[in-house]
């Protein structure tokens, strides 16, 4: 997609929404944008409250923006809408940048000019790759002075400078020093992109959404509106009402995969889950497992001290399940009876999916939380048993809005 042209959009003075094509840029980018949304934001154009870029910039990022998480998506749309700069969604300093189309076509680019000398890709400084790259979107945002790419200058359109229409918007031009760009160029809120990746700060605050309340303590807090309805109904004679404190009463079982090479690549991200876990919920246990669930599991990342399976089945089926792994192994480990290829002398015990099945039935409230992207879970070696799994427990990947889309499951509905 390219910038957009002001052409493509209807004039507000005839009555039309003007944007279409804007929200649908936002929806792309993973902005939950609407209808009614875009009528607010025309509503909010006929009354004058934009008189400029800047003005726009502020405007529907309140109109479009509910959530911290989304609001690096929308302001790199907004980029790309008005200023034809094309950010990928990852931070500077974050190699997943070679990754990104924008990293692809810009490396093709510099080749092309005879910029960059034509050699085998693995001979190039990664740094200075990088370095390079963000020098070039820097540049890019400061060559543009209020969306000159697209925006005509004059003639009718709603757009631009020194144009005719009315009510139109001024993008073009001087615009408050271009603070739109300068806020957008810093990149305040990539840590909280639902598709980023992990780190101590976002994770806290996603894992502060997960609870179940319930009352409990003595009953000491008067409940108003229930004792003036039983004392009018009983004739006006005083009913003291009082109720227990709801308290956040969560109780949370995490399993966690430390055998074998398949989880190496996790270790940091699994640590730093881990810890977190650790210090938002009170009533934590961790258990160790290899692969995937048998009879038995391990009380200590060792391994070296067992749990029955049948014994953990007899927790309350309210309890959270929190299961860390990345599913991936060969069939017969999940499907056949003593699949696991290293307990020795356990061949006729019952397979995995039979305790996997009796878990997802015992805990409704259970998620399989895995560090390989969703994008590749049907790709990736050992996808087979990925999705076996899927039909067991929910899964999200080990992304910001994975660890989110966990929480939201997990809490009490």
Known sequence: ?????????????????????????LREYGVPAGPKDLLELNKGLEKGVVSCLDDLFVFTRLVFVRRVEHMDAFERAFAFYFYGVDIP?????????????????????????????????????????????????????????????????????????????ARGVR?????????????IGERRYIAYSEGNQLRSENLRQALETMKHMKNEGPRDLLNLDETIRRTAKNGGEIDLV???????????????DNGGYSM??????????FTKLHERFEDLTTFYFHNTLYERVWSDFRRTTSVPTEQILQRRNDTRLVILGDATMAPEELELPG???????????????????????????????????????????????????????????????????????????
Request: aromatic share 14%.
């Open 264 to 273: 190496t690549p996790f270790v940091e991200i699994t640590r730093l889950l």
């Open 339 to 413: 699949g696991e290829i290293y307990q020795y002398g356990y061949a006729n015990t019952p397979p995995s999916t039979y305790w996997l099945k009796r878990l997802s039935d015992r805990f409704p409230h259970a998620c399989w939380l895995n560090p390989i992207p969703r994008d590749q879970w049907g790709s990736t070696y050992g996808h087979h048993t990925l999705n076996r799994i899927r039909e067991f427990f929910h899964m999200e990947d080990m992304t910001l809005g994975g660890v989110k889309g966990m929480t939201e499951f997990l809490s009490e509905k």
């Open 171 to 183: 993008v073009h031009g001087e615009s408050r020093n271009r603070s739109a760009l300068k806020v």
């Open 242 to 256: 009082f109720e227990r404190d709801l308290r956040d009463k969560i109780s949370v079982m995490l399993f966690i």
């Open 89 to 165: 969604a990852v931070a500077e300093g974050d190699f997943e940048l070679f990754n990104t189309k924008q990293f692809k076509k810009w490396l093709e680019e510099q080749l092309a000019s005879g910029k960059l000398p034509r050699k085998a890709y693995w001979e190039y400084d990664a740094d200075e790759l990088m370095r390079r790259f963000w020098e070039t979107v820097r540049e890019q945002m400061e060559a543009h002075h209020g969306g000159s790419k697209w925006v005509g200058t004059g003639g009718n359109s709603p757009f631009g400078h020194s144009g005719n229409a």
């Open 1 to 25: 997609m390219s910038g957009m042209n002001a052409s493509s959009n209807t004039a507000l003075s005839g009555g039309n929404a003007l944007f279409v094509d804007f929200v649908a840029l």
